[in-house]
């Protein structure tokens, strides 16, 4: 079992920035595809980005974000953080920390945290 528990939300103005951390407890996450999604109202939740295990980690984004988020881990502390630049409204959801140990040791979903983007 893994439990995850984001943190970081918040309110930001356009052009702002926030960073998320994940924090994750019951094992390791270094074997994990870690990965950030959000879900705005009334809509289906989207991939936002994801980073393969090991200490290095190969990252991809959504189209919507590259190049103003950035995923991260931290294996020693158990850890995976999204920094969020240059925010927009659009980016305004519950964004969702998720643990993929592609069947095997099994998918883990965090609580979520919500971000609104507002002037």
């Known amino acids: 079992q893994v439990q995850l528990v984001e943190s970081g939300g918040g309110v930001a103005h356009p052009g702002g920035s926030l960073r998320l951390s994940c924090a994750a407890s019951?094992?390791?996450?270094?074997?994990?595809?870690m990965g950030w999604y959000r879900q705005a109202p009334g809509k289906q939740r989207e991939l936002v980005a994801r980073i393969t295990p090991g200490s290095g980690g190969k990252t991809n984004y959504a189209d919507s974000v590259k190049g103003r988020f950035t995923i991260s881990r931290d294996n020693a502390k158990n850890t995976v953080y999204l920094q969020m630049n240059v925010l927009k409204p659009e980016d305004t959801a519950v964004y969702f920390c998720?643990?993929?140990?592609?069947?095997?040791?099994?998918?883990?979903w965090g609580k979520g945290t919500l971000v609104t983007v507002s002037s």
């Open positions: 019951g094992r390791i996450i270094s074997i994990y595809t």
């Open positions: 998720n643990a993929d140990g592609a069947g095997l040791l099994g998918e883990y």
